[in-house]
């Protein structure tokens, strides 16, 4: 796979209550990625860029809401996740601070 392309595919990791709590319980990181991502490349892209093991990855595409401000009518915008299941002992810190 292109190099250029796997630093790409991955556009920020969610850090919410929920993720967190799937983080835990199933050793699973959440982030969002580029609508036209495929799977090998979410693996591939974590794989380079947190030098951990993948061991599986489940994807979510979540249309965006439609949403009012006064009279006009708008919509958030659609949202790929990708759920990523790491080895057994393979953790990601992103509280850690990059060296």
Do not use: C, W
Not at 20 to 39: C, G, L, Y
Not at 43 to 49: D, F, G, S
């Amino acid at each position: 796979m292109n190099q250029d392309r796997l630093m790409q595919v991955i556009l920020a990791p969610i850090v919410s209550e929920k993720s967190t709590f799937i983080a835990e319980k199933n050793e699973h990181v959440a982030f969002r990625v580029v609508p036209s991502a495929t799977k090998p490349e979410i693996k591939a892209a974590v794989e380079l860029l947190f030098k951990v093991e993948v061991d599986a990855v489940r994807v979510l595409n979540r249309k965006g809401k439609a949403k009012r401000a006064g009279k006009r009518m708008g919509k958030r915008s659609d949202v790929r996740i990708a759920y990523v299941a790491l080895k057994q002992g393979q953790e990601i810190h992103f509280d850690e601070e990059v060296k």
